[in-house]
């Protein structure tokens, strides 16, 4: 079966369209595809978001992402199931969590069934409603003598930790903190609106780490709370970002100290859940800030680490090609929660179909 899986994150970058067949239990990638979004809807998913404008958000939305799916199978050909996860305005992981991106005009407008709301299912039986990746990550990489931690790095930083000849109740996940988030929000800024994001860390590298202000972050108590967990923009979106530029230090002094946040943050989850030599598979928009790379490095000296790519994964592409896979699930009538990752109270067949 041919499946799409369509992703945006909290780091607002843009759709990304992964497009895999399934046979049984083979995934291949066939193609992965990704639009940035327009301006204008950046700057309203960015807020204030009321219900009128989540409204009509929520359709245009829709037809932006059935558009990138049928540019997708343009170039890849079609599918027989469309996974999307939507854009994610509100999580309050336990409690509540919103995502847009109305299913019924992707149906329409691709003649094609969709899975989508795939995170509610599991905040109503007791879970956090992420991570959710993990399920995906169980498939695609345990191994019989092996630690793995599967890390994505994309607008939050979540870690997947799977110990050998891991059974799926054996699997650790949670959201670590701040991944690429603060530093594009301050970036945005510094440049004036010109650059969403620190290409190759160069703001980063130019500035200095100021210590104080880190170690002050550092003491957030989210870090050392115990999984399961989750973050999102309401921890590390705007009124985080404002906290942060109310400190007395040069602008390229702050994205340096975001940088170091990021993977000192990571490097702190690591730790927490792993003491033996462990391989770390890195994905998401992170794995491109070579900045953030040496400094998980630096920070896990004992730990092989790599980009999904050595496991024939594309780093961008790792979190569409999840979706797809947790639809094709959905579609067969299949649990594709971990409740040691979520904390629910057990496994759950996830997400609404439109047909």
Not at 159 to 184: C, E, K, L, Y
Not at 220 to 237: M, N
Not at 275 to 291: T, W, Y
Not at 297 to 313: E, H, K, N, Q
Request: charged share 20%.
């Amino acid at each position: 079966m041919r499946v799409a899986g369509v992703m945006s994150g909290t780091s607002l970058d843009g759709i990304d369209v992964a497009i895999i067949e399934i046979r049984g239990r083979r995934i291949q990638t066939v193609g992965f595809q990704s639009t940035p979004y327009p301006h204008t809807v950046r700057t309203a998913l960015l807020g204030p978001l009321d219900a009128a404008r989540i409204s009509r958000l929520n359709f245009h939305l829709g037809g932006l992402y059935a558009n990138s799916v049928r540019k997708a199978v343009r170039q890849f050909g079609a599918v027989s199931l469309i996974g999307c996860h939507g854009q994610t305005i509100f999580h309050e992981g336990g409690a509540n969590t919103l995502q847009i991106g109305e299913p019924a005009v992707i149906a329409e407008r691709t003649g094609v069934p969709v899975v989508s709301n795939f995170r509610t299912r599991d905040i109503a039986a007791g879970g956090q409603g992420a991570p959710l990746v993990p399920y995906v990550d169980y498939l695609l990489f345990r191994h019989p003598t092996r630690t793995r931690i599967a890390l994505n790095i994309g607008g939050i930083a979540n870690i997947t930790v799977i110990p050998p000849a891991a059974r799926p109740q054996d699997v650790i996940a949670f959201d670590t903190g701040p991944g690429n988030m603060v530093i594009d929000a301050l970036t945005l800024e510094f440049t004036r609106g010109k650059k969403t994001y620190d290409r190759a860390g160069r703001i980063a590298a130019s500035g200095q780490v100021n210590r104080k202000v880190l170690d002050d972050l550092l003491r957030d108590p989210y870090y050392r709370r115990r999984p399961p967990k989750s973050a999102g923009r309401e921890q590390y979106g705007v009124e985080f970002v404002a906290r942060l530029k109310q400190r007395k230090i040069p602008p390229r002094d702050r994205i340096a100290t975001a940088t170091v946040l990021t993977a000192a943050t990571i490097a702190h989850a690591v730790h927490s859940v792993s003491r033996a030599p462990a391989d770390l598979i890195v994905s998401g928009g992170g794995v491109h800030n070579p900045k953030i790379m040496a400094h998980l490095a630096g920070f896990l000296p004992g730990v092989t680490i790599v980009t999904s790519a050595a496991y024939g994964i594309d780093p961008d592409a790792k979190e569409g090609i999840a979706f797809a896979v947790l639809a094709y699930a959905t579609w067969k009538r299949q649990p594709a929660n971990l409740p040691s990752a979520t904390g629910a109270a057990h496994a759950a067949i996830l997400g609404n179909i439109t047909l």
